[in-house]
């Protein structure tokens, strides 16, 4: 049995549909707003059934405004929201919902506007062959 890497599913479904960069773990050092970072915020599995109940999913949209990150977040969860039920790459995936709305997160480093949440997917935990 082989588990999906999540980050990279859900990475690769967003940068299809975004026009902005989708990062995995973190951003890359010639990344400049608009751009998106996901990375994984923790998980629980069913104990009967081979699904994340759900897999969670931190996100931050960063913006060059207050008003452009919120923005981007806005239209990111829309497109997480119309996904599934599917099978993706092997990937199964039933939904996505957000856990936390949009919180303003402090970039000491760089002082770009960014918005941060949970996002939490639904999926098996184990991917089709």
Known sequence: MTQPDVIEFMRTMLASQMACPVRGGRAEPSDVPPFIVIEEAGSLRSMYLPVYLPFRIGMTCFGETEREASELWRTTTDILHGLGPLIEDGVGM????????PQPRD???TRWPARYGVIGVYLLDMTLT
């Open 94 to 101: 039933f939904g996505a919902y957000d856990e936390t709305g």
């Open 107 to 109: 970039q000491a480093e």
